[in-house]
């Protein structure tokens, strides 16, 4: 009876699109009959916090079998969920005086040296603070082919990775960047520190990149559907129990250094999602740091190529452990 209700939505429904995003049909199975319909749908909408869901039941918009509920309700086997999850509205992005490391910049391209902790561009429940609020302040020529919140973004790095991030001031140069990003000619290194010692002194990791189809916050490796992606490595030193390496991007997912570590069983250190949760070495963050950014110029074609040394808090860790080492 479950799965002939599924079939109905999905027969019923011509915009699959539509179900994924702003309306959600679920039907509950018997082995989850008696939880909370807060708790169940959290369950199924990991991407929805349980204070969010709460919020969509008391306007009304959680339906069971056509009914209005409470968040206590206790669902049945076969209940019918309709979760109508309204379209977000973006607060306006303002310009903030954040200080900037402006590594170069002319009338189509910046380089920053982001440092560790800042966010690059705004989202949801994050609007100020970010690299995006500090680059409306110093200029307001910026691309727009990103979206209001993410004028010159042309890539992106983590929050608590470090270094250099180029930014578009025209469509121009975004378009012209972001090809080559795709066609594989912009050089990217990084320094990564990593749990373990790595023996294979250089090395290739190809794997795959998706959601992760336990935590769809995180990303994994997943053959099935994921993403080609492609990890080039080479050990710089051994300290201790950790390995000090230099990471070569030759494709861009979404967090692809920290997965394909993970992945090979050498956590960037300081990461609480692919790796170890307790924190290690004092670090709020991973320990990974875009130390290398080179590109062929948007207009003119000059190849630029930029360098710039870890953070001081990563550099302290460096130097301790290679005091213990002695």
């Avoid at 100020?128 to 992106?156: K, Y």
């Avoid at 050498?266 to 991973?286: A, E, K, M």
């Amino acid at each position: 009876m479950i799965n002939d209700k599924l079939d109905e939505i999905m027969q019923t429904s011509s915009q699959a699109d539509l179900i994924a995003s702003a309306y959600h049909a679920l039907v509950v199975p018997l082995t989850d009959a008696g939880q909370r319909v807060d708790t169940w749908i959290v369950a199924q909408l990991k991407e929805l916090s349980r204070t969010f869901v709460q919020k969509l039941i008391e306007e009304g918009r959680v339906k069971v079998n056509g009914e209005k509920v409470r968040a206590n309700y206790r669902v049945s086997a076969g209940d019918y969920l309709e979760v109508e999850i309204p379209p977000a509205t973006d607060p306006e992005v303002k310009p903030q005086a954040i200080p900037l490391e402006i590594i170069y910049e002319d009338q189509d391209v910046l380089v920053i040296n982001k440092p560790p902790g800042m966010v690059v561009h705004p989202a949801h429940g994050n609007y100020e603070g970010t690299l995006v609020n500090a680059l409306l302040a110093h200029c307001h020529d910026l691309s727009g082919i990103g979206g209001v919140n993410r004028p010159g973004i042309v890539h992106r790095l983590d929050k608590d990775t470090s270094g250099l991030l180029m930014v578009a001031k025209n469509d121009l140069a975004h378009q012209r960047l972001a090809e080559q990003i795709k066609d594989r000619q912009v050089i990217r290194h990084y320094l990564a520190l990593v749990h373990g010692r790595i023996q294979a002194l250089t090395g290739r990791i190809e794997a795959p990149i998706g959601r992760d189809p336990r935590d769809r916050k995180k990303m994994a490796v997943n053959v099935n559907r994921g993403k080609p992606a492609i990890t080039h490595y080479r050990v710089l030193e051994h300290l201790g129990v950790y390995t000090l390496i230099e990471a070569r991007l030759e494709t861009g997912r979404t967090h692809q250094i920290r997965v394909h570590l993970a992945y090979l069983g050498h956590p960037v250190v300081g990461d609480p999602v692919y790796g170890p949760r307790r924190p290690h070495l004092g670090l709020s963050g991973q320990w990974l740091h875009a130390g290398v950014l080179g590109f062929k110029h948007p207009r003119s074609g000059e190849e630029l190529k930029f360098t710039v040394p870890p953070p001081p808090q990563f550099m302290e860790i460096l130097e301790k452990l290679r005091f213990k080492g002695e």
